[in-house]
């Protein structure tokens, strides 16, 4: 079961690998590689600043959302934040980020696997890179299915494309095993240790997913699950009651980085978007919605905000509707028919 955990030092250990996720609102996100240095709390975090190659440090932008993920304890932990300032001191550049007001956290087993269908590339040093595909995966493990035979206790790399646009980019593993499958091979490939930041990275996916489904199986979820998203409790609170009224089944998130998290976790019918949130507006975070591939034909509303031709904006960015007035929102959807 996931948690939102606001009294979190007990988590921080200096030295810990972490991923920082950064581009939240920009058509491209970057994952990159580092690790806690030390803390300040309810002041800031202070992490190694990322490289984006040997000897490249990555420049922040001040303010620009960030999300940092990490395992600790058999739990995939990520918390959103943003950067305060940095340094580029040669021997050791440091980042420092906003304490976060809560993380959250989800509990994984290293044996927990996954089926999926995901290509990949593999890489090894006795031949030229083969292309292949990933039915299913942990933390500490995967499956491969390969035309050509690898030998028992090869040394691979494996490069892929999580299906929530996390890229695992040289995974280093160890061929456990080999059997035939149809017209090739399926190789049983053991993850080494010591890559916390792209264990994170599956971990967090694998859990979240397994969290998912078991929501999804809960009895008594016959509603409308409707995603509403909204930095403000009274506004949130009377759409809420109104949605539930109609019988549908609120899911709620504070921001847009917490709304891309509880999107994965329940697979809503609808998202009902407030543009005024704290860190991004709501015609953005619709946006980067829609460019994921699993959620590009999701029910979108916009309301809040008064700025001119913003529902012609939101149409145009691929909101059904934009919505002035709070109290209507739940009638103008629900009141006639329900969307698919």
């Not at 934040?81 to 959250?104: F, G, H, N």
């Not at 990949?120 to 595909?133: N, S, V, Y």
Request: a neutral charge; glycine letters at 8%.
């Amino acid at each position: 079961m996931a948690q939102v955990v606001k009294e979190f030092d007990a988590y921080l250990h200096v030295g810990t690998m972490v991923l920082v996720q950064i581009g939240l609102g920009k058509p491209v996100s970057r994952r990159l590689r580092s690790a806690l240095r030390g803390w300040r709390h309810g002041q800031f975090v202070l992490l190694d600043r990322p490289e984006l190659s040997p000897g490249i440090l990555y420049d922040f932008e001040i303010g620009h959302p960030l999300v940092i993920r990490f395992l600790r304890d058999g739990l995939a932990c990520a918390f959103d934040t943003e950067a305060i300032d940095w340094d580029s001191r040669y021997q050791s550049p440091s980042l420092r980020v906003k304490w976060p007001a809560s993380m959250q956290c989800v509990p994984f087993r290293k044996s927990e696997r996954l089926r999926l269908r995901i290509p990949c590339t593999l890489h090894t040093a006795q031949g030229p890179d083969m292309e292949a595909e990933i039915d299913d995966v942990s933390s500490s493990g995967c499956r491969v299915r390969l035309s050509r035979r690898l030998e028992h206790g090869a040394q691979i790399r494996l490069s892929f494309s999580m299906p929530d646009g996390a890229i695992i980019d040289s995974m280093e593993a160890t061929v456990r095993n080999v059997t035939p499958a149809g017209k090739g091979f399926a190789a049983g490939c053991e993850f080494k240790v010591g890559q916390e930041a792209l264990e994170s990275d599956l971990a967090f996916f694998i859990s979240t997913t397994f969290e998912r489904q078991r929501i999804d199986l809960q009895p008594g979820r016959s509603g409308t699950r409707v995603l509403l998203v909204d930095s403000a409790a009274e506004s949130t609170k009377r759409l809420k009651d109104h949605l539930e009224g109609f019988g549908c089944e609120v899911v709620q998130a504070q921001n847009a980085v917490d709304a891309l998290y509880r999107l994965r976790m329940s697979s809503p019918a609808v998202a009902i978007i407030n543009h005024e949130l704290c860190d991004l507006p709501g015609l953005e975070l619709g946006r980067i919605i829609h460019q994921h591939r699993d959620f590009e034909r999701l029910s979108l509303y916009l309301y809040g905000g008064r700025q001119p031709g913003l529902g012609e904006a939101a149409k145009a960015g691929g909101f059904f509707a934009h919505f002035e007035d709070l109290d209507e929102i739940a009638q103008r959807i629900f009141g006639q028919a329900k969307p698919d």
